[in-house]
């Protein structure tokens, strides 16, 4: 994907993030119990961090290779989709069985945060 896609995923992803933290508070709340929130919570905070932190990325594409941009950003893509993701899936359905999948996305998010330190350790080595 090019520079300018990421950007827009990132603020797609920063723009959900307050739509669902907006839903939750106004429109889950007389749903929800205050463990399927707080989970729901956890979701929304994770998806805004990570998405500002792609919008930042991209920020500075120009200082990282290009292999290491797409790692960082893929893998913190989709650490949204499944960390996130299954957390609302979680909070709203209460589907147990996507408990693994939640880890997963964390793995994830820490392979973008790895590759993102090598990368930029390898950007001030040239």
Do not use: E, N
């Not at 992803?13 to 929130?37: C, E, I, W």
């Not at 960390?83 to 392979?111: C, E, H, N, Q, R």
Request: aromatic share 14%; hydrophobic share 55%.
């Amino acid at each position: 994907m090019k520079l300018h896609h990421w950007v827009s995923v990132a603020a797609i992803g920063a723009g959900l993030a307050v739509g669902l933290g907006a839903f939750a508070a106004h429109g889950l709340k007389a749903v929800l119990s205050d463990y399927q929130l707080a989970i729901f919570k956890t979701g929304v905070d994770y998806q805004m961090w990570h998405s500002l932190a792609l919008l930042g990325i991209c920020g500075v594409a120009s200082q990282l290779s290009s292999r290491c941009f797409a790692i960082v950003a893929w893998a913190w893509l989709i650490g949204v989709v499944a960390f996130s993701g299954s957390l609302y899936l979680l909070a709203l359905t209460s589907w147990y069985w996507l408990g693994p999948i939640t880890p997963m996305g964390g793995v994830s998010f820490l392979i973008g945060w790895v590759g993102l330190v090598i990368g930029a350790w390898r950007s001030y080595q040239r």
